[in-house]
């Protein structure tokens, strides 16, 4: 069993783009910028959006925060968009979700230019992403595809089984798992809350992709040997024993079905150390992309 | 065996739109307006524009065909594309494919205005499908969707096999049956080229939707009794007995395959005519669009 060490890698994606960022400072460029957007003071949503900021310094982009009350409407967070999205000096910029009730959060992300939508959220570039165009790929999304990479997984021809259709995770990785290309040309089933038989279909799976936020969901005897297990269930469970009074579980019962995978993320520190790098990676894209105009 | 008849509901929707274009009409109103933009003198190309443009006439729509000459350059098709973007008179318009070698397909796509992309090609519309928002759905899979639904084919929790990942067919079916709401919320294995063991995954199926283009690749021996079949396949088969000297087949062998099937698409008579249904269907969908600005 090889772990699939997010971690690790998310360090190494990190010095990789603070080299690049250092080459575009030498070259006397300025630096990358992101933008986050917060609206109103949801505790861990501002936990969020400092834990990238401070990734941000760590790789020596500028960035900034632009925190709105929560009483914010629509019509003025829009406003603020089209702000940022004529702001030359901003690279690529990200709404933190969820918003306040009042505002409608398809139409704010419309508003976003695609060109600085560094959460790859924007239609535009989902579609471009299923239509196997040159975009933006949504963090974790992006963040599981360079896991699989850096450890020269075999997804070709392989079935990939992924638990959960929601638009940042299970979507967009049956769409990427089925492209052509690698990782990638698996064939895919998307699994949801109205499929039947589940355990008789993940038992196919060579690689399974869990997004479903259901603690010990996924256990041995659902999984056949060698398979490929990434877990992005991010579930608080109480812990009188942890200074937090919780603990952060993942989808899978990892004890037990590591046993039989060849490769599987942990919970922490698989898939979640992932999304943050790959947000900065699409915020160096974006910079390029700049500057090739 | 209950036949899925897309010659019968293709009549059906053009009956129901005629009626709404009669309606627009009587209140003074201007009918919707297709445009189909044609470069080159490919035989088969012109063919399906003027059956589309005889269609809209039966449904009294307006209809233009802008012809350009093959060695048309990418960027004069763009100033066409614009041109028609600006037309407040156009409702809805179509790039028919494929373009000459000289053009990028996907960058003359993009320059389409996303209200008037009466074709759902533009990766903006494709992208809001594929988030559940409500847009243009692409004319093929949406009159699949159609059959299924006038049918009342149950598609909830049923495992749904779709075998091609192309970005007209495959790939916007494999989203859309696992979306909710009703026809969806099935689960969804999307096969192609890459998939071993493509057999045993189809004897599986509750629901195969084939877009393959092998005549007669779906045997009765991969489906299991009570199959609902959708063949998209269509391929000109050599047929010296025939006055066109060929036949049109599908990818089912529909004669054994039908034995096994609770309901099936013949070919021809089944989705091939639901797309321009579908495309009369999105045209007033975008004639309404602009009523209700």
Redo the contacts between chains.
Sequence with gaps: MILLDGKKISSQIKEEIALEVSKIKNSGEKPPHLAAVIVGDDGASLTYVNSKVKACKKVGFDSTIVRLPHTTSEIELIHKIKELNNNDDIDGFIIQLPLPPQINT?KVLLAVDPSKDVDGF????????????S?FIPATPFGILELLQRYNVET??K?TVVIG?S?IVG?PM??LM??KGWPG????????S???NITQ?ILQADIVISALGVPNFLKAEMVKDGVVVIDVGITRVACEDHPKGYVIKGDVDFEEVSKKASFITPVPGGVGPMTIAMLLKNTLLAREQKMDF
Tied chains: 1, 2.
């Design positions: 398809q924007h239609p535009e570039n989902f579609g471009k992403m299923a239509l196997d165009m975009t070709k021809g079935h259709r638009h979507r049956s769409i089925s492209r040309n698996s064939t895919v089933t998307l699994t949801h109205s499929t039947k279909i």
